[in-house]
């Protein structure tokens, strides 16, 4: 059995009566995530091991109260520290940017990533959460398709502002850095901070210090064109309104997920042929005209 000692799970350590260890996902974060084989369902699932049973109710509450094709789905939970989700193949979207030749993504297949992850962060939002952690790092590109997971510092909308910032700094809203009370926008920011990264392979602001940890609470941020002169001037625009410092300057998602479609000019189309999304300004959601169709989820082999 594991214990607070155990800096690493090898390969067939039991974790419990149910589950064997077969591999790990990240065995060096604070709550590390393993490949186990859960004997009673006969499959392998992916396992966080949180150590705090308040913690790990909490996540797995979130995690159960959604459900999405881009969203990790939660399978239960094993004793006071295993949380149980579908085990998913395929590499981080960070891993599959850095194997590009360029250390970026085409301009289409970006996108596609950028309409799904907007299009699961609507989903959460609708439920009444928000992420606070939306980052590359944070999806996975299962056989092509971005699935988010990692909802471990995800919140209640309406739930009191925690006294202490929490989330990945680069990628962290500048309300959230300064511990100010934060709404959906926050996670636009974090989208936008990720168009950006797959975009250039670069942050769009500095790089943080001891002193100035938080530079997006100060500094604009440096336009993707500076590092990509092939990104699109209005693309550009619609990158840094997601960077806003102002939370209501930033795009509602519905608004965001329509236009980055527009710079979707190679490979198969997001949507059917004679299927368009409209924005339902009213409801601050995307609805459709005509008979839907499942959109295509694929994307090009050289992302994935």
């Known amino acids: 059995m594991m214990t607070e000692d155990t800096p690493y799970l090898e390969f067939g350590t039991r974790l419990s009566a149910q ?8 065995k060096d974060g604070r709550d590390p995530v393993y490949i186990v084989w859960h004997h009673a369902a006969w499959c392998p ?12 109710q909490r996540e797995a509450d979130i995690l ?19 949380l149980l989700m579908e085990f998913l193949e395929g590499p981080t979207l960070s891993r599959a940017r850095r194997e590009r030749p360029n250390g970026w993504s085409g301009i289409s297949d970006a996108m596609r990533v950028a309409i799904h992850l907007g299009a699961a962060l609507q989903h959460v939002h609708e439920r009444g959460f928000v992420h606070m952690d939306v980052k590359p790092s944070n999806v996975i590109l299962a056989h092509g398709r ?44 974090g989208l936008g901070v990720t168009i950006y ?21 100060g500094k604009p941020p440096m336009s993707a064109r500076h590092y990509r002169r092939a990104i ?15 939370p209501a300057s930033r795009p509602r998602l519905a608004a965001l997920i329509l236009a980055l479609h527009d ?18 300004v009213d409801a601050g959601r ?5 008979t839907p169709v499942a959109p295509s989820l694929e994307i090009s082999k050289a992302t994935s």
């Open 146 to 189: 971005p699935v988010l997971f990692d909802f471990g510092i995800a919140r209640l909308q309406d739930a009191p502002r925690p006294t202490r910032y929490a989330g990945t700094y680069p990628y962290m809203a500048p309300e959230e850095c300064l511990c100010e009370p934060v709404t959906p926008a926050a996670d636009v920011f």
């Open 64 to 82: 159960s109260a959604l459900a999405h094709p881009n969203i990790v789905r939660c399978l239960g939970i094993d004793g006071s520290q295993h």
């Open 232 to 246: 699109p001037a209005r693309l550009d625009q619609l990158i840094l309104s997601c960077l806003e410092r102002d």
């Open 197 to 217: 990264n797959l975009l250039t392979g670069h942050l769009p602001f500095p790089e943080g210090t001891p002193d100035d940890p938080h530079p997006q609470v």
């Open 263 to 280: 710079f979707i000019r190679t490979g198969p189309p997001m949507w059917p042929q004679g299927f368009q999304p409209v924005e339902d």
């Open 19 to 26: 589950l064997t260890v077969l591999g790990a996902v990240d």
């Open 45 to 56: 699932m992916a396992c966080k091991i949180i150590r705090t049973p308040s913690k790990l």
């Open 286 to 290: 995307t609805i459709r005209e005509s």
